[in-house]
């Protein structure tokens, strides 16, 4: 090939490639639907509820007593208790708040932030995720769907983001599961970015991890993206990922400046 001819064809092809990222870049806009900014001294039941105590890991400890949470400054504060009297008429060892936006606050395409910092303890496992609005959260079915934005085992320096998906969890975690560094003594913004094609989670801004449709496996159930999904802010403890839980540690807990919806204002097609 001549090597002028050869270097037009390379400037064409870098000037496509600059404006499909352009393109890819644009789409990634919003527009803010519901924020909570945890004003005053009380949580906002117009938009939260408590997390109700499952048989799981996750929520054998929920419980909705008053003194797992605490709003003033402008935040609100989600604690991990060990229970030496805290709630005489509950048997659970330890406590743990835990709120939802279920059935009344959630997107489909679209952006969650959530401005947080976190006390962990030996055996604490805070975490900010979401699940599917219409209650089909069977991991052994095909739709299901599971975005953790944030969760901290124990003390680590680090922040697990994970997809999880009928697909992912016959899988594993390769490929769906980011380790993002963190110091959580300080506020940090943790989002996920819920488009057509691409799921992107991200830190203070910084994108951590970029997990793509692939239209070849739709019978496997991997993408049932797109239906709304509600919000969950939580602190957890013990467990098998955690392990040996120290009440030494305790309190642990979550804080919270604000929360934000937002709906995807794209053009991407969605195959």
Not at 114 to 133: F, H, N, S
Not at 168 to 178: A, D, E, F, P, V
Not at 205 to 219: A, I, K, Q, S
């Amino acid at each position: 090939m001549n090597k002028s001819v050869f270097l037009f064809c390379l400037c064409e092809l870098l000037l496509v490639y600059s404006c499909l990222n352009a393109q890819t870049e644009s789409k990634r806009e919003y527009e803010l639907v519901w924020q909570d900014d945890f004003k005053g001294n009380s949580i906002d039941t117009c938009s939260w509820s408590f997390l109700k105590r499952i048989p799981y890991n996750c929520g054998r400890y929920w419980s909705d007593n008053a003194k797992l949470y605490r709003v003033s400054g402008g935040k609100i504060r989600i604690f991990a208790r060990r229970n030496n009297g805290l709630a005489p008429n509950d048997t659970a060892q330890f406590l743990t708040g835990g709120l939802t936006t279920h059935k009344k606050r959630f997107i489909g395409y679209g952006k969650i932030e959530v401005r947080a910092r976190i006390k962990g303890g030996q055996g604490t496992w805070p975490a900010i995720w979401t699940l599917r609005e219409d209650g089909k959260n069977d991991t052994r079915k095909k739709g299901y769907a599971e975005l953790d934005i944030m969760e901290y085992v124990n003390r680590n320096r680090f922040a697990y983001q994970t997809i999880h998906t009928y697909y992912t969890l016959q899988q594993g975690s390769k490929g769906h599961q980011i380790k993002a560094n963190v110091n959580f003594e300080k506020w940090n913004i943790f989002a996920v970015e819920i488009l057509p094609n691409r799921i992107i989670y991200s830190v203070n801004g910084h994108d951590t991890c970029v997990y793509t449709r692939n239209p070849f496996l739709e019978e496997e159930g991997q993408w049932p993206f797109g239906i709304d999904m509600y919000l969950m802010m939580d602190m957890q403890v013990g467990g098998s990922w955690v392990g040996h839980v120290d009440p030494k540690t305790f309190p642990a807990y979550m804080d919270v400046d604000w929360v934000r919806m937002y709906k995807w204002k794209g053009t991407e097609e969605s195959h």
